[in-house]
């Protein structure tokens, strides 16, 4: 396991950008989930360790996950944000796997950060 710590979270109003961060990346599948209250957590993007990424349908043309080897750093680039996308935004790790054939699953990950809020505003 890894510790994961998120950063970036804010409140911004509809149609705003945001950047999530989350430290440490490396060769292992990541992911962002999100969480509503009284709601289970949702996939919003993964990617394995070579980059490949794979996103929810609600947030296909707006979010983008990425990598920064360098910084050791993935990040979620949010654009177009919408109210609807409120939510605690968690990342989430398998140090174990280069690839999780399961993305959206939470069980398919070992590490979790402790969350960032993300307020987006009408």
Do not use: H
């Amino acid at each position: 396991e890894v510790q994961l710590v998120e950063s970036g979270g804010g409140s911004v109003q509809a149609g705003g950008s945001l950047r999530l961060s989350c430290r440490p990346s490396g060769s292992y599948c990541m992911a962002w989930f999100r969480q509503t209250p009284g709601k289970g957590r949702e996939a919003v993007a993964g990617i394995t360790s070579a980059g490949q990424a794979s996103y929810a349908d609600s947030v296909k043309g707006r979010f983008t996950i990425s990598k920064d080897k360098s910084r050791n750093t993935m990040y979620l680039e949010m654009d177009k944000l919408e109210p609807g996308d409120t939510a605690m935004y968690y990342c989430a790790a398998d140090v174990d796997r280069w690839v999780c054939p399961l993305w959206s699953w939470p069980s398919e990950y070992s590490s979790w950060g402790q969350g960032t809020q993300v307020t987006v505003s009408s």
